[in-house]
């Protein structure tokens, strides 16, 4: 129930239906590796990268089956015209605030060169998204470089993962609360093998009267302190969320975009109606049929004349618990990343309370006891 810094997870607060992998994270999918840098720096710098490597390093140059979703086009991540094409990507993924997306794209780049030269001597066309950190963070300042995005892709690593104001999400908010990083996963059973869905969101969303949590309408009863609220640049419920979810089930790229709409119903759970200044975002992919999609460059320069590739995957029909499992993860990982969470103060004295979790605990007893009052 804590982050690897001891910090609180949702599970402190409610239960969830499914069962969660190991570190109930993205990285319970074998091979997925996630990496932070964080810049906390002055009054005002409140922002960073977060890094996750599907197939981990190594396996960079190897394509993944992949599909998108736009739940909101307020909102960028870059190699989706590929995704949408191809049905594939290759190399890692980063995600920053707004107006670093291109550094963080750039990053991708001069990692790539350092440790896979020969993918790197066609052309990159790599995925980097963003959300919006401007009401706490100095977005305008430049303080994302290529260095930053390079040092998070080399910090990855398997196994547990922080939470919270981490990585990308350092100076995000999620209903008017303190937001930023979450993860979740759940092991799904099919043909006699454990299969892994596991999901990163970067939850940057959501107007704080829209707030539910457990089936328990909050936003009202957390209303009292929301300094958001009277902050008129941004309208309330603007921001993005950025959502990342892996499987090790062997699936078609058409597929993976099933999982990532998913999304949008994890989301809905915790009572969010979609803003039109949030930008939602989701990509899914697969990891399984490792090597079964020839590398752009092989096609390109003949190293694989005559061959044909080919894909194992899970038929349609037997979809629906992979589906569940995108919903119930995507829910838990956007209630982790509020639950492991304090207040912060960036820019201009701009304050993010943290979610009352005491105040939260008590609403949500109340409400599952008979006769209980939730106010």
């Known amino acids: 129930m804590v982050t690897p810094a001891g910090k609180p997870r949702a599970r402190s607060l409610m239960s969830f239906a499914g069962r969660p992998g190991k570190w109930n994270a993205v990285t319970d999918v074998p091979g997925v590796e996630v990496g932070y840098q964080t810049l906390v720096t002055g009054d005002a710098v409140r922002t960073g990268v977060t890094a996750i490597h599907p197939r981990g390093r190594d ?13 909101n086009g307020n909102g960028e991540m870059t190699g989706v015209s590929w995704i949408r094409e191809s049905g594939t990507f290759s190399g890692p993924i980063a995600i920053t605030n707004t107006h670093a997306v291109g550094v963080a794209h750039a990053g991708i780049i001069a990692w790539t060169v ?13 995925v980097a998204g963003e959300t919006w950190d401007g009401y706490l963070n100095d977005i305008n300042g430049h303080h994302v470089t290529e260095d930053i995005v390079v040092a998070a892709l080399e910090a990855a690593t398997p196994g547990p993962i922080e939470e919270g104001s981490v990585g990308g ?37 959501g107007d704080r009267h829209e707030l539910s949590l457990d089936g328990v309408h909050l936003g009202e009863l957390l209303a009292d302190d929301n300094p958001m609220g009277s902050w008129s640049p941004a309208p309330a419920g603007s921001g993005s969320c950025i959502a990342v979810v892996v499987t090790d089930a062997p699936l078609l790229p058409l597929q993976c975009a099933a999982l990532a709409r998913r999304v949008t119903l994890g989301l809905a759970r915790t009572g969010t109606a979609g803003s039109h200044f949030s930008g939602d975002l989701f990509l899914a992919c697969s990891v399984a049929n490792r090597g079964a999609i020839s590398p752009g460059l092989d096609t390109f320069n003949g190293a694989s004349p005559g061959r044909y590739d080919q894909l194992r995957f899970i038929p349609w029909g037997q979809l629906d618990p992979f589906y569940e499992a995108v919903v119930q993860a995507s829910e838990e990982a956007v209630i982790n990343a509020l639950v ?27 409400h599952h006891v008979p006769g209980g009052s939730v106010s």
């Open 114 to 126: 350092r440790h896979h030269p020969r993918m790197a001597n066609a052309w990159l066309l790599p």
């Open 59 to 71: 396996g960079a140059s190897d394509p993944v089956a992949a599909g998108f979703h736009s739940q």
């Open 169 to 205: 999400g350092t100076g995000m908010n999620c209903y008017s609360f303190k937001g930023g990083s979450g993860t979740a996963s759940r092991v799904v059973d099919y043909g006699g093998t454990q299969y892994t869905v596991g999901a990163f969101l970067q939850a940057n969303f």
């Open 340 to 366: 492991a969470n304090e207040e912060m103060i960036g820019r201009d004295a701009h304050r993010s309370p943290a979610l009352p979790r005491d105040k939260v605990a008590r609403i949500l007893s109340a």
